[in-house]
């Protein structure tokens, strides 16, 4: 549905999910409900990263060299992952930062990547 509605509805529909990622991941943690869920935090960040990777690659896949866009788009994701856990760890009283939650986002990119790739085998 989303081809049909053309490359700026995709690029807007990554903006709103990113924005809204960092307004989840930002928010004080006292207020989040709490879920009874093994590792819920680390399977949050694995699938908001996949999520993401997903709908940027989307977004941005005739912009360019495919190459080069996806090593961007992976560091420039993996970097907004840390840096949102610099920001937690150091800005933040009741948040902490954590590296297993770098390695849930990476992993999510890494998701997100994998699915870009399926799609367009399936779809060439």
């Known amino acids: 549905m989303l081809h049909l509605l ?3 509805s995709r690029i807007w529909l990554a903006i709103v999910a990113h924005i809204s990622a960092t307004v989840a991941m930002l928010w004080p943690s006292p207020d989040l409900p709490d879920i009874d869920v093994p590792m819920v935090d680390k399977w949050a960040h694995f699938l908001v990263f996949g999520v993401l ?3 940027w ?6 912009r360019g060299h495919i190459l080069g866009l996806t090593l961007k788009l992976v560091f420039a994701l993996f970097f907004y992952g840390i840096i949102v856990e610099v920001i937690q760890e150091y800005w933040y009283v009741s948040r902490t930062g954590d590296l297993m939650d770098v390695l849930a986002n990476t992993i999510g990119i890494l998701l997100g990547l994998t699915a870009i790739n399926v799609k367009e085998k399936l779809y060439r």
């Open 53 to 55: 990777y997903y709908l």
């Open 6 to 8: 053309g490359d700026k």
């Open 57 to 62: 690659a989307s977004a941005l896949q005739n």
